[in-house]
DNA sequence: GTTAATTTCAGAACGCGTTCGAAAACTCGG
DNA sequence: CCGAGTTTTCGAACGCGTTCTGAAATTAAC
């Protein structure tokens, strides 16, 4: 490590790729065949080079997708969010589910460990938008965060839910009649077994933002009632 | 395929594995080095079989997670839940949570897409429950569907964030300072960047089973309100 | 006893994400 | 102009889940 106050601005060979172009690429080949086939292998052979060549522009597959999510997530338009406090955590959280529900794949990545330590600025600009609305509220922030959580996991289960369904039809691939479950025991599980194929039934956006309502006026009453 | 209707009940070279002696291995294996390293060849070569040999007692690996998961799934005591519908819903939930803060590693199986037809009667029953619960408090069908989802959801969720501080400590792998994000804008995130490593602080059981009463309210009352 | 059918077993191989090590192509100090 | 240092590129290889193909071991039929 030589001479480290005296920053050497180019050496070493010229790169023929970069960082957007493989952005580009990848963002390319999950319009036209979905994220799960993306394969670093092919998205190298799409830009005509080797694969491990990638990994000195990315750091991982995950890394890689993470950059997307967050280009994509700059672009998602951060509306005028309310002043009351309640109201702006719900129109953070409804504007986070519209966002997902745009990007449905974004949602199946972000079910990752630690997923949102790698957000970047604007994508958490709404992250924070529920969590000051929260304290605004009256929470402690211990309990903004838990808000926070609870909004973020009843969102994305409802938007995995739906991707889900449209992708296999409202059955699941382990069944075969249509019916969402295969065997069931009508005798021990009547009303699931009731149920039949309407397990898979959408909630349409109103209802998302119904049942999000409820959610967290529960959540911050309880907040309240905590710091109390 | 000759002579349909004559079952041979014995022919073919005798099995040398089982899919007990599979699962009983595996078991073995997750206990001692963790779900994430559990590799169908290590299993195999644990048994003293051929890898490919694995094949025929079991579909895939998701397949055998889910075998386990219901094995374990067996074992959960079903308390007698309480009578009166919403408590009904609340104690079922709280023994899912339970029974998943136990083997955290089910919950990370289980967030995959379409899981809940592939578990078996006896997990299925604590659903079962849940969906009862909230019809027999007077929500349409679907609305209960809906209320489990959430609640499921929320409890996933609650689940993961705890095993994954548990693994990697307050801080996410991408993080250095012991704060959980790593170069957060404190100009344009205030609040986020106060959180600082607090982002992981758990919540304790009883914070859960309290933002699940103010869910399982919410949603109820909606149930009820979508009925009329 | 021979042959056919059937079931289990396993080696070879595929594509995957990823790592290692060496070669290529550049800048810069001398 | 020449090596030293540095950065990019890429072929080879590893372990992974999984599939294919064929061999081995048994029962059933004749």
């Avoid at 304290?135 to 965060?145: E, F, M, R, S, W």
């Avoid at 994305?156 to 065997?183: K, P």
Wanted: aromatic share 8%; with cysteine.
């Amino acid at each position: 490590m030589p001479q480290v106050n005296a920053p050497r601005l180019k050496a070493g060979r010229p790169p023929t790729t970069s960082r957007a172009q493989i952005l580009a690429a990848a963002r390319g080949l999950i319009d036209r065949n979905g994220w799960e086939r993306l394969t670093i292998r092919k998205l190298a052979a799409e830009i005509g080079v080797g694969a491990t060549t990638l990994y000195h522009h990315v750091q991982d597959k995950e890394d890689l997708l993470f950059l997307l999510i967050n280009e994509y997530g700059e672009q998602v338009s951060h509306p005028g969010l309310p002043e009351e406090p309640r109201e702006r955590v719900i129109a953070a959280a409804a504007t986070i589910h519209d966002a997902l529900a745009a990007w449905p794949w974004a949602a199946e990545v972000l079910t990752t460990d630690g997923f949102i330590a790698r957000l970047g600025d604007s994508p958490l600009g709404l992250v924070e938008a529920v969590v000051a609305g929260a304290i605004d509220y009256g929470c402690t922030p211990d309990h903004a965060v838990y808000v926070f959580r609870s909004i973020w996991y009843y969102t994305v289960g409802e938007i995995l839910v739906r991707s889900h369904t449209a992708r296999r039809g409202n059955g699941a691939a382990t069944t075969h009649h249509g019916a969402f479950f295969g065997n069931i025991d009508a005798e021990k599980l009547p009303h699931l077994a009731a149920l039949g194929d309407r397990w898979a039934v959408l909630a349409p956006r109103d209802t998302y933002v119904d049942g999000l309502r409820a959610l967290v006026d529960g959540l911050l009453a309880q907040g309240v009632a905590a710091r109390a």
